[in-house]
């Protein structure tokens, strides 16, 4: 595009041109003004420049009208008025396009330029106002008004002019782009607006601001102005000053400290004395050569080293690229130990560790007699052990790596919030390193660990990511082959790692990720179990760590009984492990005291050596009673009996609940009560007492909160006593939801329930017909114990919870019934 326009970037160009004072340009004679002081000339728009009076400059004409406007005028030998356009991107500028105030010019000789330009050299003259265009067509002529400027100089001005021509020296020390011989010009300069205007021409500005310093005719104000801006400009060369000073400063180190390391080498080569910085890089080039590396692993270490190599030793740079490389060469990429692939080995090594747990060990030795046979074909079971703490999860995870013969490794992703921590962070911030996954596998040193992955149900997210999406990677196996970490950008194989994770509750685990794992349940230990285990595994260990000879302690099932209902409360053992542990210790302290210890343990010594007892179970009643019923329920802890209560007071129809009882648990006593209702004729209850009698159900131990729908059986089965006063057998544990129509459903936790009722001497218990294929995990003896009624519907459940109806009486009456008899026998 053409244009009339100098760049302002061109400096120097235009310093220069102040000693171009031309005969040519001197030879052109100002406008004299008409009576009413206006002259009246060709006008040339100007597109990104400014001219300002006194000062010369070369100018660019690429337009057809102004190149007319302009030899119009030097035939004529006189000279132009320059105004400035409001766009400089208009091509055909209107009249109204323009800057009032402008400049009367005179314009030097035309040369041709390449592509059709034309150059000229214009000196302003003196400032002026337009008044009004008279020519449009074939170019611009515009009639304006010269502005005269007052030229006293008082006091303040020269103050001012001296302060100006001070900023003007620093910044043309510090701006190279400015030569010495502008600030002598400048020294030369009496006049302040001329100085000025000389300054504005001389120091690079944005085009508003240099239309500004046009528009201001005050010189005194212009002054001033120019000033301020000297001054930001100043600050700003002085900042930019700076800053190369201490980058010329850093450069000059860094080659004296090279230069000066180049010494360095050849002196050590003279002595034979080798570079420790190229020693470390040989180290690095012969541990990858002997590392057993994937093809891109090597391709990537050697790329490393080459960097490495041309670095200097001083750059940051070379730390990471080490550190990187190290991590590299740290991993196991295909360094694996075989696996014990003897299924009855591997079962004598779980059975000596641990008690119980079929379904887990069963599902090892099945994984085992799988790859003995195709070793190379089987996949990796991602394994989920699910249950409350304490019931040998991980030390579980211990067992198997011990049976395979893997090496075990572990960590925790309790209160993991960082995507980080599993995938590790970008190399490109500082101090960054891989995540948790690789930091294990490096600390495993083999390519096929045991991997328990602990509490993935407390996993995290926050704005930093969502670790457990992270971890969908981690443990699917069409994916895990190729796990790729933001640090390394590797693709690091974990496909012949068996991970186990540990959760204590399912359902706060993602589903994406529930859905790549095989869930294994451990429901918790019996006390049968418990008792065995304490004999197997908790006393020789205890013992042992109190310092007792193996033997010398021994605890009676009586006293274990004791400590298991007295003083712990769990579905594991490790509170009933610390409470044996602070048996055995009471009696190391006998011993080192010289007394005579007692090595049985009877159930009278327990308080004795524990205090006072700290948990107490609900006892089965005694007797039968109305409104009463024992129900069977599934805690933390294992199972548990409750008795569910209720009595009948004049009222208004009102149900009550306490016992701090959940939604769920509220809304089956809701369900209970209608049916009694609705089914009040076959049970002989009179309606009309429902209207003015309230309900009053509670469940003790209201400070423990209660959910579920398992009670609803229990709780019909009280109300339909308390209404018919048939009492409730005394030795019957209930469980089972009832809906509307009295139908019963299948609860959970069959096993811990029917295990309590036989620990609280129940002799009936009554489950739901649905969960007889529950039944298989009850132990033998408990079944045998146990008169186990499986049933449908709740009138199966009143035949064997109700004893039979007291002798036939009058029904009961309502209250109002009761008013009106009482009314009749006072009148």
Same mark, same amino acid.
């Given at each position: 595009?053409?244009?009339?326009?100098?760049?302002?970037?061109?400096?120097?160009?235009?310093?220069?041109?102040?000693?171009?004072?031309?005969?040519?340009?001197?030879?052109?004679?100002?406008?004299?003004?008409? =009576?009413?002081?206006?002259?009246?000339?060709?006008?040339?728009?100007?597109?990104?420049?400014?001219?300002?009076?006194?000062?010369?400059?070369?100018?660019?004409?690429?337009?057809?009208?102004?190149?007319?406007?302009?030899?119009?005028?030097?035939?004529?030998?006189?000279?132009?008025?320059?105004?400035?356009?409001?766009?400089?991107?208009?091509?055909?500028?209107?009249?109204?396009?323009?800057?009032?105030?402008?400049?009367?010019?005179?314009?030097?000789?035309?040369?041709?330029?390449?592509?059709?330009?034309? !150059?000229? &050299?214009?000196?302003?003259?003196?400032?002026?106002?337009?008044?009004?265009?008279?020519?449009?067509?074939?170019?611009?002529?515009?009639?304006?008004?010269?502005?005269?400027?007052?030229?006293?100089?008082?006091?303040?001005?020269?103050?001012?002019?001296?302060?100006?021509?001070?900023?003007?020296?620093?910044?043309?020390?510090?701006?190279?782009?400015?030569?010495?011989?502008?600030?002598?010009?400048?020294?030369?300069?009496?006049?302040?607006?001329?100085?000025?205007?000389?300054?504005?021409?001389?120091? !690079?500005?944005?085009?508003?601001?240099?239309?500004?310093?046009?528009?201001?005719?005050?010189?005194?104000?212009?002054?001033?102005?120019?000033?301020?801006?000297?001054?930001?400009?100043?600050?700003?060369?002085?900042?930019?000053?700076?800053?190369?000073?201490?980058?010329?400063?850093?450069?000059?180190?860094?080659?004296?400290?090279?230069?000066?390391?180049?010494?360095?080498?050849? $002196?050590?080569?003279?002595?034979?004395?080798? /570079?420790?910085?190229?020693?470390?890089?040989?180290?690095?080039?012969?541990?990858?050569?002997?590392?057993?590396?994937?093809?891109?692993?090597?391709?990537?270490?050697?790329?490393?080293?080459?960097?490495?190599?041309?670095?200097?030793?001083?750059?940051?740079?070379?730390?990471?690229?080490?550190?990187?490389?190290?991590? #590299?060469?740290?991993?196991?990429?295909?360094?694996?130990?075989?696996?014990?692939?003897?299924?009855?080995?591997?079962?004598?090594?779980?059975?000596?560790?641990?008690?119980?747990?079929? %379904?887990?060990?069963?599902?090892?030795?099945?994984?085992?007699?799988?790859?003995?046979?195709?070793?190379?074909?089987?996949?990796?079971?991602?394994?989920?052990?699910?249950?409350?703490?304490?019931?040998?999860?991980?030390?579980? +995870?211990?067992?198997?790596?011990?049976?395979?013969?893997?090496?075990?490794?572990? $960590?925790?992703?309790?209160?993991?919030?960082?995507?980080?921590?599993?995938?590790?962070?970008?190399?490109?911030?500082?101090?960054?390193?891989?995540?948790?996954?690789?930091?294990?596998? %490096?600390?495993?040193?083999?390519?096929?660990?045991?991997?328990?992955?602990?509490?993935?149900?407390?996993?995290?997210?926050?704005?930093?990511? /969502?670790?457990?999406?992270?971890?969908?990677?981690?443990?699917?196996?069409?994916?895990?082959?190729?796990?790729?970490?933001?640090?390394?950008?590797?693709?690091?194989? &974990?496909?012949?790692?068996?991970?186990?994770?540990?959760?204590?509750?399912?359902?706060?685990?993602?589903?994406?990720?529930?859905?790549?794992?095989?869930?294994?349940?451990?429901?918790?230990?019996?006390?049968?179990?418990?008792?065995?285990?304490?004999?197997?595994?908790? #006393?020789?260990?205890?013992?042992?760590?109190?310092?007792? =000879?193996? +033997?010398?302690?021994?605890? !009676?099932?009586?006293?274990?009984?004791?400590?298991?209902?007295?003083?712990?409360?769990?579905?594991?053992?490790?509170?009933?492990?610390?409470? $044996?542990?602070?048996?055995?210790?009471?009696?190391?302290?006998?011993?080192?005291?010289?007394?005579?210890?007692?090595?049985?343990?009877?159930?009278?010594?327990?308080?004795?050596?524990?205090?006072?007892?700290?948990?107490?179970?609900?006892?089965?009643?005694?007797?039968?009673?109305?409104?009463?019923?024992?129900?069977?329920?599934?805690?933390?802890?294992?199972?548990?009996?409750?008795?569910?209560?209720?009595?009948?007071?004049? +009222?208004?129809?009102?149900?009550?609940?306490?016992?701090?009882?959940?939604?769920?648990?509220?809304?089956?006593?809701?369900?209970?009560?209608?049916?009694?209702?609705?089914? !009040?004729?076959?049970?002989?209850?009179?309606?009309?007492?429902?209207?003015?009698?309230? #309900?009053?159900?509670?469940?003790?131990?209201?400070?423990?909160?209660?959910? +579920?729908?398992?009670?609803?059986?229990?709780?019909?089965?009280?109300?339909?006593?308390?209404?018919?006063?048939?009492?409730?057998?005394?030795?019957?544990?209930?469980?089972?939801?009832?809906?509307?129509?009295?139908?019963?459903?299948?609860?959970?936790?069959?096993?811990?329930?029917? &295990? *309590?009722?036989?620990?609280?001497?129940?002799?009936?218990?009554?489950?739901?017909?649905?969960?007889?294929?529950?039944? *298989?995990?009850?132990?033998?003896?408990?079944?045998?114990?146990?008169?186990?009624?499986?049933? %449908?519907?709740?009138?199966?459940?009143?035949?064997?919870?109700?004893?039979?109806?007291?002798?036939?009486?009058?029904?009961?009456?309502?209250?109002?019934?009761?008013?009106?008899?009482?009314?009749?026998?006072?009148?």
């Amino acid at each position: 595009m053409q244009r009339d326009s100098w760049d302002p970037n061109d400096t120097g160009e235009y310093v220069d041109s102040l000693s171009w004072r031309t005969e040519e340009l001197y030879a052109i004679d100002d406008l004299l003004p008409n =009576e009413e002081g206006i002259i009246e000339a060709p006008v040339m728009p100007l597109r990104g420049v400014v001219v300002y009076p006194q000062m010369v400059s070369p100018l660019f004409i690429g337009r057809e009208k102004t190149l007319w406007a302009v030899e119009d005028a030097q035939g004529q030998n006189q000279t132009l008025i320059a105004l400035a356009q409001r766009d400089p991107s208009a091509e055909q500028p209107h009249p109204e396009d323009f800057f009032p105030i402008g400049i009367e010019v005179a314009v030097g000789r035309l040369v041709s330029m390449p592509e059709g330009a034309s !150059s000229a &050299l214009v000196q302003g003259r003196r400032r002026v106002e337009l008044i009004e265009f008279t020519q449009v067509e074939p170019y611009l002529r515009a009639r304006v008004q010269p502005i005269f400027e007052e030229r006293r100089i008082d006091r303040q001005i020269e103050a001012t002019m001296r302060s100006v021509l001070d900023l003007f020296k620093r910044c043309v020390h510090l701006n190279r782009s400015i030569p010495e011989e502008a600030y002598l010009f400048a020294m030369n300069i009496d006049d302040p607006g001329w100085l000025a205007d000389m300054i504005a021409t001389a120091v !690079s500005l944005d085009l508003d601001v240099r239309l500004k310093l046009l528009a201001l005719t005050n010189p005194h104000k212009r002054l001033e102005y120019i000033g301020e801006l000297l001054a930001k400009e100043l600050d700003v060369l002085e900042l930019e000053d700076e800053i190369q000073s201490r980058t010329r400063g850093e450069v000059d180190r860094t080659q004296r400290e090279f230069y000066l390391r180049e010494q360095m080498k050849v $002196i050590q080569t003279e002595l034979g004395e080798d /570079d420790p910085y190229m020693a470390d890089v040989a180290e690095l080039n012969e541990r990858i050569e002997k590392a057993v590396l994937t093809e891109q692993a090597k391709e990537c270490a050697v790329k490393e080293l080459k960097r490495l190599n041309h670095i200097p030793p001083v750059s940051p740079e070379v730390g990471i690229i080490r550190g990187y490389i190290d991590w #590299i060469l740290d991993l196991p990429w295909q360094e694996t130990t075989e696996d014990n692939l003897d299924v009855k080995h591997a079962a004598q090594v779980l059975d000596e560790h641990h008690y119980g747990l079929p %379904k887990a060990k069963d599902r090892i030795l099945e994984y085992i007699a799988v790859k003995s046979l195709k070793p190379k074909k089987s996949r990796q079971p991602i394994l989920c052990f699910v249950g409350p703490p304490g019931t040998g999860k991980t030390s579980l +995870g211990r067992s198997i790596a011990a049976a395979l013969g893997r090496e075990f490794v572990r $960590i925790s992703l309790g209160g993991v919030r960082d995507e980080a921590e599993i995938r590790g962070h970008r190399r490109t911030y500082i101090g960054a390193l891989p995540g948790r996954i690789l930091q294990t596998m %490096k600390r495993a040193k083999v390519a096929n660990p045991l991997f328990m992955l602990d509490e993935i149900d407390k996993l995290g997210s926050s704005y930093r990511g /969502d670790p457990a999406s992270a971890l969908l990677e981690v443990l699917d196996p069409e994916q895990n082959h190729a796990f790729s970490d933001h640090y390394l950008e590797l693709d690091f194989d &974990l496909s012949k790692v068996m991970f186990i994770t540990t959760a204590n509750a399912e359902a706060t685990i993602p589903d994406a990720l529930l859905d790549r794992m095989e869930v294994i349940e451990f429901p918790g230990y019996i006390e049968e179990e418990k008792l065995e285990i304490a004999r197997r595994f908790l #006393i020789p260990r205890q013992s042992e760590e109190s310092s007792l =000879e193996e +033997g010398e302690i021994d605890i !009676s099932e009586a006293a274990l009984q004791r400590i298991i209902r007295d003083y712990t409360y769990e579905a594991g053992v490790r509170n009933l492990e610390r409470e $044996i542990g602070r048996v055995c210790r009471k009696v190391a302290r006998i011993k080192a005291e010289g007394d005579e210890h007692p090595q049985q343990i009877e159930v009278e010594q327990i308080e004795r050596f524990l205090g006072p007892q700290q948990y107490f179970y609900h006892q089965s009643e005694r007797e039968d009673e109305v409104g009463v019923s024992t129900a069977v329920a599934w805690t933390a802890g294992g199972g548990e009996i409750m008795p569910v209560e209720v009595v009948l007071v004049e +009222g208004k129809g009102g149900l009550k609940l306490t016992g701090q009882l959940g939604e769920v648990m509220q809304e089956s006593a809701q369900a209970a009560y209608s049916y009694l209702q609705a089914r !009040s004729q076959e049970l002989e209850v009179n309606a009309e007492t429902f209207q003015d009698t309230d #309900i009053h159900l509670h469940i003790p131990a209201g400070a423990i909160p209660k959910d +579920g729908p398992s009670a609803g059986v229990t709780i019909a089965t009280s109300l339909i006593s308390a209404f018919t006063e048939r009492k409730v057998r005394c030795d019957v544990g209930l469980s089972g939801e009832i809906t509307l129509r009295g139908r019963v459903l299948p609860v959970g936790g069959v096993r811990e329930k029917i &295990l *309590a009722a036989h620990r609280a001497e129940l002799k009936t218990v009554v489950i739901p017909e649905e969960n007889k294929k529950d039944l *298989a995990d009850v132990p033998e003896k408990v079944r045998d114990d146990l008169d186990i009624r499986l049933v %449908k519907h709740m009138d199966e459940v009143l035949e064997i919870a109700l004893r039979p109806a007291p002798p036939a009486k009058e029904p009961p009456k309502s209250t109002t019934d009761m008013k009106e008899s009482k009314e009749e026998a006072e009148g």
